[in-house]
């Protein structure tokens, strides 16, 4: 009954997490969605592109949620391969950055935010209104989320499973970067899966190593997750997700293998164990928008050959940006526990 108990607390705490981050991302997405739509249709930098990702994945909370968005104006014809690719580099690193907020001890904010948004909610008429408020409810159920979270966990240090299971993958980080990869495909969230094993090592429960091939196979897992989501799609919306798949994954898998052979780990602990796993999640993600967001163009040509188009359609030309929104309300059932 104990393990049973803690396992209900802990698939708790992630779908009350879940849950947090798509209130924010359907309410950031009402209120502001067609102002990106527009900056990106009109974007030719790749740099700029990518900063237009970041920003959107700060406040949708979600790269997920944001590969969505960039696939339904992918598929209008508003967005092109190499603004997209860039914007969905930025977003990846937007969702780490997320996670460096998120990882500090918020829990003062929590009833504040609660107040604030719930006043703003259930007492506005006014509907701009109604959506801040239902944002700023999302950003405080997030906080309890994690709280409970970390509550948790918190047992494990008394126990010898992760210990052992934790020993496994440091000496087996293939094994350790499928389970990361594994859990944020089933969770649909990156940003829950990292915050989850930071919580884990802040408990003393596992140690950095192995945390790392988790947090660095939750890379492949995240972009798996847009893949998975647009797979009904056309074909012009899914290049930019099997590209950042394709990219995503093997890069994760090569610094990984490159970290571990010439015996790198314990030197990224520069700030503590937990915080390090962060800094590190970060630096990998702004090592990618840095070196392919500035040459996404050149990627073009290559994803192409990879995935010929049929004869063009000339309806979805003309179709607009607010066409591409509406068409990722209509799978919006199908994104409810999307995240990063």
Known sequence: MAILGFILEIFAAVMLLLFAVRLVRTGIERQFGGHFARYLSGQ???VMAALAGVVLAIMLQSSAAVALLLSGFAATGVLGFPTG????????????????????????????????????????????????GRIILGLALILVALHLLREAVEPLSDSDVLPALAGYIAADNLTGFLIGALLAFLLHSSVATILMVVA???????????????????????????????????????????????????LALAALYIITTAGLTDRL????P???????????????????????????????????????????A?????????????IDSAVALSSM
């Open 200 to 250: 884990i090592v802040v408990a003393g429960v596992m140690p950095f190593a192995p945390a790392l091939a988790i947090v660095m196979g939750a890379n492949l897992g995240s972009a798996l997750v847009a893949l998975w989501l647009t797979r009904d799609m056309p074909l012009d919306a899914r290049r930019v997700p099997v590209a950042n798949a394709i990219l995503r994954g093997a």
């Open 274 to 316: 937990a915080a390090s796993l962060v800094l590190v999640h970060i630096g990998f993600n702004l090592l990618l928008v840095l070196l392919f967001a500035p040459l996404s163009h050149f990627l073009e040509a290559p994803m192409w050959a990879l995935m010929p188009s049929p004869a063009p359609d000339t309806h979805a």
């Open 269 to 272: 602990i520069v700030a503590g």
């Open 85 to 132: 690719f860039a914007a969905l580099l930025g977003a990846d690193l937007g969702s780490a950055i997320v996670i460096q907020f998120l990882s500090f001890d918020l829990s003062w904010l929590e009833p504040i935010l609660l107040v604030v948004g719930g006043w703003l909610f259930l007492k506005s008429e006014r509907q701009t209104l109604r959506l801040i």
């Open 318 to 330: 003309f179709e607009t940006p607010l066409s591409a929104l509406e068409r990722t309300d209509s």
């Open 44 to 46: 030719t930098s790749g």
